[in-house]
């Protein structure tokens, strides 16, 4: 589901700090100019206005030779704020519920 979060991505060397564009409950996809390879093991962190969201996360699959290099994470084990991830989740899927559910004709504004 379509998400716009602000996310940091670290291992042992590097931090990257790159934009969600995609979550799920498993995970999610984060754009960002240098990708971590597939099967990097990682800490990926977000805030809320509720709190914050610590996850030990595997790099499930790396693009970075594409037009918009991204990569899919799979988040294996919250630190903590599961609840602030699982909140992330349900505002996306609210979301993309109502941008998938047309308006009737007869209920936009200026029709008679």
Do not use: H
Request: glycine share 8%.
């Amino acid at each position: 589901m379509p998400c716009r979060a602000r996310v940091w991505c670290e291992d042992a060397d590097v931090t990257l700090y790159v934009r969600a564009v995609d979550v799920s409950e498993e995970g999610m996809c984060v754009r960002t100019a240098r990708p971590f390879p597939a099967g990097s093991r990682l800490r990926v962190g977000f805030s809320e206005p509720e709190g914050q969201a610590v996850a030990e996360a595997r790099v499930a699959w790396s693009r970075p030779d594409r037009s918009t290099p991204a990569m899919g994470l799979q988040l294996t084990r919250f630190e903590v704020g599961e609840q602030i991830f699982d909140r992330i989740v349900e505002r996306a899927q609210r979301r993309a519920d109502r941008l998938s559910r047309p308006e009737p004709w007869g209920d936009a504004p200026g029709r008679d």
